[in-house]
């Protein structure tokens, strides 16, 4: 069956250090994969896409990598800042719809 | 405000009864989607539209819930006979048709069956 799997602990990060989170996914062979942020009672809110002829992707303080091989995608924060606390979602893109990971949960200290 | 609206933001019911949520997606959007998330969890798929076609239904979806979309605009997500195991955060999202487009989800409508 097909599985997506995130960092299953919470990551906790002081303030200015790199955040990394994984996704690893099974039985997908997605062409594209999405990466979210949720704050708690709301909605996910899109952050990056990467496609699978693309290995890294950047978008200011944010990296993606993805590895079709590995069937994993790295999500990086960098020089992170208490605002940047919430979960993270990873979600392969695959026929026509979106499957989410059960997210990271990020906590930056000051 | 542009976004993608739900309504209402939060349901109390009993059990038994039955349970209607809009959604109201960004206009310009052809796709629209039906997630459910519970606590701890990411949103999982429900159902999706393209225009007024649903074109999918997850296999795990009860026939308790069902889902329309009217002339491609707003939607309804129906849920009959709600059980406690109903109680969930019901997201809606929308995009633009083509592959892999990012989705814009809704502020949710938070369901607790009593």
């Known amino acids: 069956s097909q599985k997506i799997e995130q960092n299953s602990e919470a990551l906790n990060i002081q303030e200015g250090k790199t955040a990394t989170l994984t996704c690893n996914y099974t039985n997908y062979s997605p062409a594209y994969l999405q990466w979210y942020r949720q704050d708690p009672g709301r909605g996910p809110v899109f952050l990056l896409l990467i496609r699978e002829n693309e290995k890294e992707k950047r978008k200011e303080r944010l990296k993606v990598t993805f590895d079709t091989t590995l069937k994993q995608s790295l999500f990086h924060i960098t020089a992170s800042q208490p605002a940047d606390s919430a979960t993270y979602l990873c979600?392969?893109?695959?026929?026509?719809?979106?499957?989410f990971g059960a997210g990271t949960t990020v906590t930056v200290r000051a | 405000d542009t976004g993608v609206s739900q309504d209402p933001r939060h349901k109390i019911t009993k059990r038994g009864q039955n349970v209607t949520f809009r959604c109201d997606p960004i206009s310009e959007h052809n796709r629209l989607y039906w997630y459910r998330q519970t606590l701890g969890q990411g949103p999982e798929f429900l159902t999706y539209f393209q225009n007024e076609a649903q074109l999918e239904k997850s296999r795990l979806l009860s026939d308790r819930f069902s889902a329309e979309r009217p002339k491609g605009s707003f939607s309804t997500l129906e849920i009959q006979r709600t059980e406690q195991g109903d109680s969930a955060m019901y997201l809606c999202?929308?995009?633009?048709?083509?592959?892999?487009?990012?989705?814009?989800f809704g502020q949710g409508t938070r369901l607790t069956v009593v």
């Open positions: 979600a392969p893109y695959n026929d026509y719809k979106l499957s």
């Open positions: 999202a929308s995009s633009f048709l083509g592959d892999g487009t990012e989705a814009f």
